[in-house]
């Protein structure tokens, strides 16, 4: 087991953390142990699977306008796979240059292999003759986490 289900004082899931982020959490009471491994303890404590809140964590921001832009976002949500070659991706290319005004947007930034994106350089995809796989999208929070 890599992770532990956090659930909020209400019950309804937050998120996953590591087991030591977990632990941390109990030390300082923040949570509680819901559930448990049956038989098994660090230290004190038995291994938690799910630790509660002991406060309600008001979420209401996660179901906004979705994510912020992140470059580990782009990659999760493009499943790291190159939108010019379908190669491995590793970089994220502005489909717009910086450049020319282009901003770090969910609609303007894209997975790419480090060949592809040194390729395209400072041009769109249309100028370097390099068409998109596929169009970028606003991923919801669901999209990002399920992957």
Known sequence: MNAVLVVNADLGPLHRVTIQ??????????????????????????????????????????????????????????????????????TVDHILPRSRGGRNTWRNTTAACYPCNQHKGDRTPVEAGMPLRREPVVPSWAALAGR
């Open 21 to 90: 982020h977990a632990i941390r959490m109990l030390c300082r009471r923040v949570a509680e142990i819901h559930e448990a491994e049956p038989d098994q303890l660090i230290g004190v404590f038995p291994m938690p699977r799910v630790v509660r809140l002991v406060r309600y964590v008001v979420t209401r921001w996660r179901f906004s306008a979705g994510p912020t832009w992140s470059r580990a976002g782009v990659l999760r949500r493009d499943g790291r796979c190159c939108a010019y070659c379908g190669g491995s991706a590793d």
